[in-house]
C-alpha cells in the first residue's frame, strides 16, 4: 500500500480503509498487531489532512495507549522496542499538532515529551545511513515543543529551546557541508525555528529583534523556493512581519505584507488564508 503515491488524502482514505477491511476479513492479523497499528496511524494521518480531527485523534490515541502512557514510553508494552519506539514517532508527528489545534496544549507537550525519549532510545541503536533523517524528525518535535510553549505563555522556555535547537541546526548544516543544500527533512527547518522566535519575541514585544528573526527566516526561506516547508514558512514569516508593522502603527506597510503573504498563500496553497483576509479586511475599513 503506498497511499502517499494518491492524489489526494481522500484517496488514500479510502484505499487504507479497504485494506483494514480485507485484513478483518481475512482474520489473520489482530487489531492490536504491529501491521494492523501501523495503518491505522496512516488512515488517521489521511483524516487529519482531510479536515476530520476528531477522528483522528480519536484513532491515535488509542494507537498512542498501545505504545505509550502520558508521561513515557509504555513498559512492556508487548511490542518489539524499535518497532514501538519509531510507532510513537510516527503517532507523535500528527497528534501532537492536532492537539494543539485544539488548544490542548499540555496534551502536546506530553506527546512531544515521550516523542523525544522515543527518539533517543533510537539514536543509538539505528543504522548511522537512518541517524540523520531520525535527528531531523528529533529537532521537528524541539520546535514544536518550543511552538506549543510559547502558546502556552511560557515565552521563556520557548525563547531558550528554540535557541539552542537553532544552534544545533546550524551546527549540523555546518557539519554536512554542501549536503545541507540538498532538499530533505532539514529544509528550511532553521526558518521555521526563526519564524518561532519571531513570534516569541513579538509577544514579550521586542519588536525590533522579532523583525530581526523574521527577515533573516525570509532570507533562508528564499534558499529553497518551490519546497512546499519553505513556501509555507515565507507565507507565515511575511504575515508576522506585517503584524509588526501593525504594532508598531504602520498601517500601510501591514497592508503590503498582508496582501504580500495572501498572494503567495494562493499561489503555493499556504498559510492560514482565512486569516489573512480577516486582517486585511480590518485595516481596509479603518
Given at each position: 500500500?503506498?497511499?502517499?503515491?494518491?492524489?489526494?488524502?481522500?484517496?488514500?482514505?479510502?484505499?487504507?480503509?479497504?485494506?483494514?477491511?480485507?485484513?478483518?476479513?481475512?482474520?489473520?492479523?489482530?487489531?492490536?498487531?504491529?501491521?494492523?497499528?501501523?495503518?491505522?496511524?496512516?488512515?488517521?494521518?489521511?483524516?487529519?489532512?482531510?479536515?476530520?480531527?476528531?477522528?483522528?485523534?480519536?484513532?491515535?490515541?488509542?494507537?498512542?495507549?498501545?505504545?505509550?502512557?502520558?508521561?513515557?514510553?509504555?513498559?512492556?508494552?508487548?511490542?518489539?522496542?524499535?518497532?514501538?519506539?519509531?510507532?510513537?514517532?510516527?503517532?507523535?508527528?500528527?497528534?501532537?499538532?492536532?492537539?494543539?489545534?485544539?488548544?490542548?496544549?499540555?496534551?502536546?507537550?506530553?506527546?512531544?515529551?515521550?516523542?523525544?525519549?522515543?527518539?533517543?532510545?533510537?539514536?543509538?541503536?539505528?543504522?548511522?545511513?537512518?541517524?540523520?533523517?531520525?535527528?531531523?524528525?528529533?529537532?521537528?518535535?524541539?520546535?514544536?515543543?518550543?511552538?506549543?510553549?510559547?502558546?502556552?505563555?511560557?515565552?521563556?522556555?520557548?525563547?531558550?529551546?528554540?535557541?539552542?535547537?537553532?544552534?544545533?541546526?546550524?551546527?549540523?548544516?555546518?557539519?554536512?557541508?554542501?549536503e545541507a543544500n540538498r532538499?530533505?527533512?532539514?529544509?528550511?527547518?532553521?526558518?521555521?525555528?526563526?519564524?518561532?522566535?519571531?513570534?516569541?519575541?513579538?509577544?514579550?514585544?521586542?519588536?525590533?529583534?522579532?523583525s530581526e528573526w523574521a527577515?533573516?527566516?525570509?532570507?533562508?526561506?528564499?534558499?529553497?523556493?518551490?519546497?512546499?516547508?519553505?513556501?509555507?514558512?515565507?507565507?507565515?514569516?511575511?504575515?508576522?512581519?506585517?503584524?509588526?508593522?501593525?504594532?508598531?502603527?504602520?498601517?500601510?506597510?501591514?497592508?503590503?505584507?498582508?496582501?504580500?503573504?495572501?498572494?503567495?498563500?494562493?499561489?503555493?496553497?499556504?498559510?492560514?488564508?482565512?486569516?489573512?483576509?480577516?486582517?486585511?479586511?480590518?485595516?481596509?475599513?479603518?
Open positions: 500500500m503506498r497511499e502517499h503515491l494518491v492524489p489526494n488524502a481522500h484517496i488514500a482514505y479510502v484505499f487504507l480503509l479497504r485494506a483494514l477491511e480485507q485484513i478483518y476479513q481475512d482474520k489473520q492479523l489482530g487489531e492490536e498487531s504491529a501491521e494492523v497499528q501501523e495503518i491505522v496511524v496512516r488512515l488517521a494521518t489521511a483524516a487529519s489532512l482531510m479536515g476530520e480531527q476528531e477522528p483522528a485523534m480519536k484513532m491515535l490515541e488509542g494507537c498512542w495507549e498501545r505504545v505509550a502512557d502520558d508521561q513515557e514510553v509504555k513498559k512492556d508494552s508487548g511490542y518489539p522496542d524499535m518497532w514501538q519506539k519509531e510507532q510513537i514517532g510516527r503517532i507523535a508527528k500528527v497528534l501532537g499538532p492536532l492537539a494543539t489545534d485544539k488548544g490542548e496544549f499540555d496534551r502536546a507537550v506530553q506527546v512531544y515529551g515521550v516523542a523525544l525519549q522515543a527518539a533517543r532510545f533510537l539514536d543509538t541503536r539505528i543504522d548511522v545511513e537512518q541517524r540523520d533523517r531520525l535527528r531531523a524528525q528529533t529537532a521537528g518535535f524541539v520546535a514544536s515543543l518550543g511552538e506549543t510553549f510559547a502558546l502556552k505563555g511560557d515565552y521563556e522556555s520557548a525563547r531558550v529551546l528554540l535557541l539552542g535547537l537553532l544552534a544545533e541546526i546550524r551546527q549540523r548544516n555546518q557539519d554536512v557541508g554542501a532538499v530533505d527533512q532539514w529544509t528550511c527547518l532553521d526558518a521555521v525555528v526563526m519564524l518561532n522566535l519571531a513570534q516569541v519575541f513579538a509577544q514579550l514585544r521586542s519588536m525590533d529583534e522579532s527577515t533573516s527566516a525570509l532570507a533562508a526561506t528564499a534558499k529553497n523556493q518551490g519546497v512546499r516547508a519553505c513556501d509555507n514558512c515565507y507565507t507565515h514569516t511575511v504575515y508576522h512581519m506585517g503584524t509588526i508593522a501593525e504594532a508598531k502603527g504602520k498601517n500601510g506597510d501591514a497592508l503590503v505584507m498582508y496582501r504580500k503573504a495572501l498572494e503567495h498563500g494562493r499561489k503555493t496553497k499556504t498559510g492560514n488564508i482565512e486569516t489573512i483576509k480577516s486582517s486585511i479586511a480590518k485595516l481596509e475599513s479603518i
